[in-house]
Antibody
Framework: EVQLQESGPGLVKPSQSLSLTCSVT????????WGWIRKFPGNKMEWMGY???????SYNPSLKSRISITRDTSKNQFFLQLNSVTTEDTATYYC????????WGQGTLVTVSS | DIQMTQSPPSLSASLGDKVTITCQAS??????IAWYQQKPGKAPRQLIR???TLVSGTPSRFSGSGSGRDYSFSISNVESEDIASYYC????????FGGGTKLELK
């Protein structure tokens, strides 16, 4: 059974970069699509981007200048980097599998604050 | 971007009721819509994909329908374990979520 687990700092200062890791077990990230989604405190959900089985990426246009999704196939992990964060990037961040997000990690709360 | 308008934002139901949530897309999404249940502190759980296909483990009291721009999600015979928030997601194009519906007990 596929399992996803997010990890990374829970607190990031404004203007710095947010970096998260999604570790996947039970399924190879060289198959399917792997995405990042966030849920804001007001409960709005936003797709951020994904990386495909081939390593190609697609990003939410609203984030395109600040986001990067990469992967390490040897560790079966993929990564999120979001640059120049502000307090508005405070959210719970999830990683998920497939284009319809059939499987999710448990989520990790990231707070942007000085 | 495809916008997903989900309604109602909140819903109050008694045990055993039937409830329906709708999502309207800003353009045709070719039935590429999924529905999720989320309980506090938990990850979203996919219940339905491609409009009406129940994901393995989803109880049969959940159902989905629709086409074009208009889609609905229903729970017949609401049970206490169904108290949660529900979201739609279109994945025909770059994914976008509906605003969510919070289901509460009356």
């Amino acid at each position: 059974e596929v399992q996803l687990q997010e990890s990374g700092p829970g607190l990031v200062k404004p203007s710095q970069s947010l970096s998260l890791t999604c570790s996947v077990t039970g399924y190879s990230i060289t198959s399917n699509y792997w995405g990042w989604i966030r849920k804001f405190p007001g409960n709005k959900m936003e797709w951020m981007g994904y990386i495909s089985y081939s390593g190609s990426t697609s990003y939410n246009p609203s984030l395109k200048s600040r986001i990067s999704i990469t992967r390490d196939t040897s560790k079966n992990q993929f990564f999120l980097q979001l640059n120049s964060v502000t307090t508005e990037d405070t959210a719970t961040y999830y990683c998920a599998r497939s284009r319809d997000f059939a499987y999710w990690g448990q989520g990790t709360l990231v707070t942007v604050s000085s | 971007d495809i916008q997903m308008t989900q309604s109602p934002p909140s819903l109050s139901a008694s045990l055993g009721d039937k409830v329906t949530i709708t999502c309207q897309a800003s353009q045709n999404i070719n039935k590429y819509i999924a529905w999720y249940q989320q309980k506090p502190g938990k990850a979203p759980r996919q219940l339905i994909r491609y409009t009406s296909t129940l994901v393995s483990g989803t109880p049969s009291r959940f159902s989905g329908s629709g086409s074009g721009r208009d889609y609905s999600f229903s729970i017949s015979n609401v049970e206490s374990e169904d108290i949660a928030s529900y979201y739609c997601l279109q994945y025909d194009n770059l994914p976008t979520f509906g605003g969510g519906t919070k289901l509460e007990l009356k």
